[in-house]
């Protein structure tokens, strides 16, 4: 808890440390894309980088950026706009340690970080080759009902869990609505960081509706305003992505040439949205 | 002969279909025919399928996170779900991940998803890929995201129901472990199937032709599938219709 959570979003990215494990969301529910983008400015390297449970853009630049020591996600996917090229290029000449997961590994790894338990079992993978690929995933006999083998996943206690929401208020109160994976991100980290639309002079909780969808201060280390923040991805039920851009990037990043002159390009921009 | 109706409406029709009988499906990112299939039983069932389409706001009633649909899943309120596979072998394999040697892949794609446990907990998942070559249904994967079968004292509930493809359907049987080629779809024919599998599969004498959708069916997928559907996939919802 930080008693005084509102910051500039340099000062955010700057708190980053290198080599920090990093737990962001899906393309659905807040990704901090202007936060990523000052990343890159500082040079941020070493990121152990986890995906809950997926991640599209936010992945693939850090990884062309060569931020990204380790990989955790069970997808890294551009959807309709066609594949991510810098996270294939990276798998192809093992510049990143790669972790792949299924969707429901990564959320119950993160649910026993946040209840403080050294695992959590979970149902499938068995026979998999996605489970003999994950050496730090056991199999044991399910102790209560002898003959049912079940997968153990240790927890997973990030260092910082960023992501981009809609609204937070002066106590450093953050309302991220129904997608609940950020409150769950925010118990299971050690620090949290915010990037928001937008900040409320009223708090959050006097407001019965906003109340249930509202990640209390007290797991809030930073939040910067950042308007616009989850640019050229969009925030739902606020803005939808910015199909050109993305088409773009995809259509840039074929070459480590054209990924490079994209993000000078992009990095070089002193407003991102509307520019 | 030149059908009155699209493949994708053909498939969608199909889907619909194999539905009949559940009471929720759940249709994941990037499957809009699946979707629109969904959509199409529960208005033929009156709504007693209830659909939930993952990435759109109208037919997704959540209130948990990302972590739902799993959740749900276990507690056996998920009937059916649809997966696909860069390939797919005879024994109802599934590799998400991609070719050549793992980590370091020939080709790479994005990954697993939720495959590594859905397969194993939905009774019904519907295997789904319109691409029907020797380069999709391979006679074993290069990597296992989720296998077909598990031994008998793994925990699984769910399994592979069958597969459908651009130019056929097959059911899957759990005991032999091995696919049955059930149709074929208009215009195609068992010989084209074979020269198009990677794997083996059984193959009664006789095989019919996939039933054609009625006239009334297709005017539902023209008209309020297309619809519904067009909130979560607009340029498949403005394309797939003849």
Redesign the interface.
């Known amino acids: 808890m930080n008693q005084q959570p509102i910051c500039e979003l340099a000062d955010l990215a700057a708190a980053v440390p290198d080599g920090a494990q990093l737990v962001v969301p ?1 393309d ?2 807040g990704v901090a894309m202007a936060a990523t983008r000052e990343l890159l400015r500082r040079g941020v390297s070493g990121l152990h980088l986890v995906c ?3 991640s599209g853009l936010q992945a693939e630049i850090l990884i062309g950026a060569g931020a990204i020591a380790t990989l955790e ?5 551009l ?2 706009f066609g594949p ?1 090229h810098r ?2 290029d990276a ?4 510049r990143v340690r ?1 972790l ?6 990564v ?2 790894a993160l ?1 026993a970080g946040q209840k403080g338990l050294p695992f959590i079992p ?10 003999s ?1 994950r050496a730090d995933w056991k199999v044991i006999d399910n102790p209560f009902s002898p ?4 997968v153990l996943l240790p927890a997973i206690n990030p260092d910082i869990a960023l992501f981009h929401a809609p609204l937070a208020d002066r106590a450093g109160n953050v309302y991220i609505g ?7 991100m925010a118990h299971a980290s050690k620090q949290t960081f915010v990037t928001v639309e937008a900040i409320s002079e009223r708090d959050l909780f006097e407001d019965a509706k906003l109340a249930p969808g509202v990640v209390p201060a007290i797991y809030i280390s930073r939040i910067a305003l950042a308007s616009q923040g989850a640019w050229p991805i969009g925030l ?1 039920g606020h803005y939808g992505a910015d199909e050109t851009a993305i088409s773009r990037y995809v259509q840039s990043a074929k070459t480590e040439e054209g990924f490079r002159r994209f993000v000078d390009e992009w990095l070089g921009e002193t407003t991102t949205a509307n520019a | 002969m030149n059908p009155s109706f699209s493949r994708a409406e053909l498939l969608v029709a199909v889907i619909a279909r194999l539905l009949e009988g559940c009471r929720h499906v759940v249709v994941g990112a990037s499957s809009p025919i699946p979707g629109a299939a969904a959509l199409l039983q529960s208005e033929l069932g009156r709504g007693a399928l209830r659909v939930t389409i993952l990435g759109s706001r109208r037919y997704n009633a959540f209130t948990n996170g990302g972590v739902e649909t799993f959740d749900l899943a276990a507690q056996g309120r998920i009937d059916a779900f649809f997966l696909g596979g860069g390939q797919i072998d005879g024994q109802g394999n599934i590799n998400l991940v991609g070719t050549g040697a793992y980590p370091a892949n020939d080709v790479r794609w994005p990954g697993c998803f939720g495959s590594g446990y859905l397969y194993y907990l939905v009774p019904k998942v519907i295997l789904f890929r319109e691409e029907h070559t020797r380069r999709v249904l391979v006679p074993k994967v290069d990597f296992i995201s989720a296998p077909g079968v598990s031994a008998p004292r793994v925990y699984r509930p769910g399994g592979p129901c069958g597969l459908l493809t651009g130019l056929a359907w097959f059911s899957f049987n759990k005991r032999t472990q091995r696919f049955r080629l059930e149709s074929v779809h208009p215009e195609h024919s068992v010989e084209e199937i074979r020269d198009q599998t990677g794997f083996e599969f059984d193959c009664p004498a006789e095989v019919p032709f996939t039933r054609a959708p009625a006239p009334e069916i297709l005017a539902l997928i023209r008209g309020r599938i297309r619809e519904q559907i067009a909130e979560t996939y607009p340029r498949f919802a403005s394309t797939f219709a003849n």
Request: glycine share 8%.
């Open positions: 899906s659905n529910c809950v449970p997926t996600t069970s997808a890294v996917t959807g309709e991510a996270f294939i798998l192809k000449n093992a790669m792949d997961a299924t969707c429901p590994a959320h119950a649910q979970l149902r499938g993978l068995i026979g998999s080759d996605l489970l690929s003959g049912d083998p079940i129904r997608w609940r994976e950020l409150l769950t739902p």
